[in-house]
């Protein structure tokens, strides 16, 4: 059994973690991935790479591989069944360990964290916005739940496992260098691509 340093990094390598594979992957989920990343790609230039933290089995990744064939991808995921799902899509490189002990060895063009930071312990915050502040070389995008002051939720029945807040603002006020570039927030009532109610923030160095 791995070390962890918090009670959610357990959740989410262990049986909370592998459920949540079945419940999110096909093709309707990948369209609205699709869908959201043709929008926040046309807020970037020149990115010819992407690390994503908390990949899960990879759908981000295959949504910005659709859209930009070339781009170099890369994911850390802490699920080791997750991992296997990873492993399929080519070229990809891996690393199946806790953000929280993933150590930056170069910079990518952007960095992606989307439905994520709202499931880590909220002490750990901090030191996760360095390590992706760390890992980027220009962009960092953020797709998590808003809300304008720190808030629990339960989630699924359990306590302690969900938190909202203003994940962006927080990372601006710690780095005075990133700029905001653009923001979105994603509707489960779409037309065309219901989703998450979920708010995408891109930052830019």
Not at 98 to 107: C, G, Q, R, V, Y
Not at 139 to 149: A, D, G, Q, T, W
Request: contains cysteine.
């Amino acid at each position: 059994m791995k070390q962890f340093k918090t009670a959610q990094e357990d959740f989410w390598a262990g049986k909370f973690g592998n459920d949540y594979i079945e419940r999110n992957k096909g093709d309707e989920i990948l369209a609205r991935k699709i869908a959201l990343f043709s929008t926040v790609f046309r807020e970037t230039a020149g990115c010819k790479s992407v690390i994503e933290f908390g990949s899960n089995v990879g759908l981000n990744l295959l949504a910005i591989k659709m859209l930009k064939p070339t781009i170099e991808l890369s994911a850390v995921e802490i699920n080791e069944k997750a991992c296997r799902e990873l492993r399929k899509i080519k070229d990809c490189s891996i690393y199946n360990t806790s953000l929280h002990n993933f150590k930056p060895k170069e910079k990518k063009d952007l960095v992606l964290i989307s439905g994520v930071l709202i499931h880590l312990n909220p002490r750990m915050l901090p030191s996760v916005y360095s390590m992706l502040y760390e890992s980027s070389n220009r962009y960092i995008c953020l797709v998590e739940y808003y809300n304008p002051k720190p808030v629990a939720v339960v989630y699924r029945g359990n306590k302690n496992r969900l938190f909202k807040r203003d994940f962006a603002g927080e990372f601006m006020d710690k780095y005075n260098d990133l700029k905001l570039v653009n923001y979105g927030f994603t509707y489960h009532r779409d037309n065309n691509f219901p989703s998450d109610d979920s708010t995408w923030f891109l930052l830019e160095k």
